[in-house]
C-alpha cells in the first residue's frame, strides 16, 4: 500500500466530518464527550477496530477530550488505512453518542 499524494488526502478529510490534517504524514480528530467514560468507553471500541484491522492510532484522553491521530507508519505518510479507519471511528462515535 503506498501513500496518497496531496490532492487525494485533501479530498478524503474534506470529505471525513471533523477530521483535518494535523502534519505532512497525520490526520487528526478531536471527539468530545459529555462525561469521562463514555469517552473511555469510545476509546475500548477504537481499540477493538483498530485490533481487527491491524492498524492502530495513536490515542491522547484528556478527560471528555479524545484526540485520535491516524498515520501508517511503516508507509510514512497517510495510506487509506487511515482514511478507512477515520470513517469506521466517526461511525463508532455516531454510536457511541447517540
Known amino acids: 500500500m503506498s501513500t496518497l499524494n496531496n490532492e487525494e488526502i485533501e479530498k478524503h478529510v474534506n470529505e471525513l466530518d471533523g477530521w483535518q490534517r494535523a502534519d505532512a504524514k497525520t490526520i487528526e480528530r ?3 464527550f459529555n462525561d469521562f467514560l ?3 468507553s469510545f476509546v475500548d471500541k477504537i481499540a477493538k477496530q ?5 492498524h492502530h492510532p495513536h490515542i491522547t484522553i484528556d478527560h471528555t477530550v479524545i484526540t485520535i491521530r491516524l498515520s501508517t507508519h511503516d508507509q510514512g505518510g497517510i495510506t487509506n488505512k487511515d482514511i478507512d479507519s477515520a470513517a469506521a471511528y466517526n461511525r463508532i462515535f455516531e454510536d457511541t453518542t447517540s
Open 50 to 54: 483498530a485490533e481487527n484491522v491491524q
Open 38 to 40: 463514555t469517552g473511555i
Open 30 to 32: 478531536r471527539f468530545s
